[in-house]
């Protein structure tokens, strides 16, 4: 196994990254281009396979040094069959075998996974998990992702939806709608776009004082980092808007602590960079919600790959999928 | 492996069910004794061999026809390191060494196991479950326990807290407080102890007119099988209790197939009484609040094995561990 080589690739809405790993997961090298999803699903597998080519080559390396590739694209999709089916962030795609179709092209064992899954075994193989057996991993950015690693397992699910636990529901009372139409999901509350909804809410109010009010009409609008920042700098709403997403935060973490029990839990995405006093704000409620002995092991960092956590994950994922072909050739 | 027999053991806080339970999961007689947890833990440990000792008898074997025990009991406890910590029911055991002990009078590999996750797994095994590849088992009474098997993975957690998901948080508004001193926890909604805790607040208001206002004086008090009962006769105050409870259950399990996404989810414990009128409540609310795929391939059903689940169970851990043994002295 010693000196593999794989190739990850993570498809995103608007760009794909592809990038060339070590067994050891470390990147030797990456591209990105655009996706441009509107282009058509047949643009889009080419545009793949030549992210894939531009990867091998900005390593200095040709596809025939490459031992299995790796591919990661947002839901919704097929995990064991291989297949997109209706991703609401790459329309117009359909039903699009992706796996076949790089596995054609490439003649390399091919393995295909959920992107918020990837970038969580990422992190497990060679990121912020590196040392544990198990972790769950938050991505806070538009939406809420999550991937969940037990082990070797990638909690993938019976019907690709395992791990999609920004839709789980903490609400019931007053619950808020959340993007995928349903009502009370985490997501609702903690993601990137949430805090910014519920800051708009608050500073709607009459005789809120915040130096957050101008920025509302600034080009592009509020953002979560500007949120951020004005509690940093000691703004009362904007205090309160990251101290209830911390507790909001927390009480996700929990149910992931009295659920799965992982040895970590992990933030990722643009949030993070609120830094450690953030941290110390979802522990703190941690604290009060969890049970003791979760509570006071499970470590809650934050993710230490940022963008390169998909596909560094995929490449991962081509790594278990080699090592199971080697094994059920030995039988 | 074939003809294997192993003895599973289930110690709740009142009694004690131990049987000998063949290859293919099917129980050849069982034994029931009090726990009498009050006389102390030595009193206990004996109990259990002696439980065990009853169970070969009654099964008409000998101790030396058996190949493994397992035994299971209620947290907090140490499951790598076969321990029973603090239960709160077993005041007043603390710290007992159940595995070492058993294996130590028997000379025959002894697993351990949370009760709640052997329950799981002897429906998974032998009962429910036993065609799928993974499930959630809900034990609805008392509490609400929880066990979810992923293949032959018993999710135990790192710290023995896995599948602690009667303590999930599913409200943050108004959250009720639960057994467990916490807060907003599934079971503080939808154990047979919530479900009365509701009504009788219901039957409290001004004016409420129900068939049940008389049973709350009765001998024992109201029960969830009143409620049940009185929904099914048309009480409309029951009916609103049981239709809560139904969508209580349905978040906790859609919280489960967003995050699990098991082929199967199982209800056990006193309150599956309600019939099959009350799956189609808890169907309907799934439907409503889960995505479109897993609601509609996700199976929701009742358990099979009654109180047996636990030793049934127990006695699958045991046939676990056998064959780790086996494997490994292959290597």
Redesign the interface.
Known sequence: MANSLYVGLDVGGTTMKAGVVDDDGKALGSVSLPTEAHLGQEFGLERMCESIRQAVASANLKISDIDAIGVATPG?MDIPGGLILDPPNLKPWRNVPVRDYIHKKFKLPTAFQNDANAAAYGEFWAGAGRDV??MVLFTLGTGVGCG?I?GE?I???????????G????????PRQCG?G?WGCLEAYASATAVVKRAVEKLGKRGAKSQLKPMMNKEGGLTARDIFEAAAAGDAVADEIVEDTAY?LA?GA??????????MIVYGGGMIAAGEDFLKRIRKHVLQ?A?P??AA??HIVYAQLGGDAGFIGAAGCARQLQQKLKLSKKK
């Not at 909690?155 to 636990?165: Q, T």
């Not at 839709?167 to 007053?174: L, P, Y």
């Not at 929990?254 to 040895?263: A, E, F, L, Q, R």
């Open positions: 919704t057996h198990s969940i037990i397992l909690l993938e699910g019976e019907h690709s939806h395992g791990a999609e636990v839709h789980m529901k903490i609400e019931m009372t007053k995928c349903r909001y009480v929990v149910n992931m602590m009295h659920t799965i029990d992982p040895n919600l049970f002995v979760p092991q499970t």
